[in-house]
T-cell receptor, first 114, second 112 residues
Framework: DGGITQSPKYLFRKEGQNVTLSCEQN?????MYWYRQDPGQGLRLIYY???????QKGDIAEGYSVSREKKESFPLTVTSAQKNPTAFYLC?????????????FGSGTRLTVV | GNSVTQMEGPVTLSEEAFLTINCTYT??????LFWYVQYPGEGLQLLLK?????DKGSNKGFEATYRKETTSFHLEKGSVQVSDSAVYFC???????????FGQGTRLTINP
């Protein structure tokens, strides 16, 4: 079955370290997205990519970086410049230019700074 | 721009109660509308959708009707169960837009 896989499920980071969250999909979707979710809050868009080798900043891109070298993969790096990185991170994918199809989400990565 | 406004939570109901979670939207053209559900510690799952006016999306006993005249897509269920406890997100997808627009989410708790 096709789907979207995020790993790891739980991640602990020491202050000052960069960490990379993995997101892989086998749905043949062109578009991929990263969201941040804080406790009791909605979704905030970090970065998105509509096509390989291209990506755009979302609403809260500062302190994060991404790459899109393969269609299947859209890793997110949380850098030491992100002052408050503890949150739940969600990756999603979609068919490009098909608003009626919606998104498929991964199961999320919970990042904690220790 | 496009936007989605959801009923603020949290919402607490007893088992077998009737559920309504309100969702209204602002958009140009004819957007597609979605309800997603998020169980504790998990990602979002598509619950139902509607792609044109007067369409009714339904799944797992939940229903929502796309009402263009009132720009609404309210989520309803006739008899809720404890297992329906989750956060529900209303979302809008417009043609030629690159991203879905999500509401803030409504936390639903069902007590036995």
């Amino acid at each position: 079955d096709g789907g979207i896989t995020q790993s790891p499920k739980y991640l602990f980071r020491k202050e000052g370290q960069n960490v990379t969250l993995s997101c892989e999909q086998n749905l043949n979707h062109d578009a991929m997205y990263w969201y941040r979710q804080d406790p009791g809050q909605g979704l905030r868009l970090i970065y998105y990519s509509q096509i390989v080798n291209d990506f755009q900043k979302g609403d809260i891109a500062e302190g994060y970086s991404v790459s899109r070298e393969k269609k299947e993969s859209f890793p997110l790096t949380v850098t030491s410049a992100q002052k408050n990185p503890t949150a739940f991170y969600l990756c999603a994918s979609s068919i490009r230019d098909a608003p009626g199809e919606g998104y498929t989400f991964g199961s999320g990565t919970r990042l904690t700074v220790v | 721009g496009n936007s989605v406004t959801q009923m603020e939570g949290p919402v607490t109901l007893s088992e077998e109660a009737f559920l309504t979670i309100n969702c209204t939207y602002t958009a140009t053209g004819y957007p597609s509308l979605f309800w997603y559900v998020q169980y504790p510690g998990e990602g979002l799952q598509l619950l139902l959708k509607a792609t044109k006016a007067d369409d009714k999306g339904s799944n797992k006993g939940f229903e929502a009707t796309y009402r263009k005249e009132t720009t609404s897509f309210h989520l309803e269920k006739g008899s809720v169960q404890v297992s329906d406890s989750a956060v529900y997100f209303c979302a809008l997808g417009a043609s030629r837009a690159q991203k879905l627009v999500f509401g803030q989410g409504t936390r639903l708790t069902i007590n036995p």
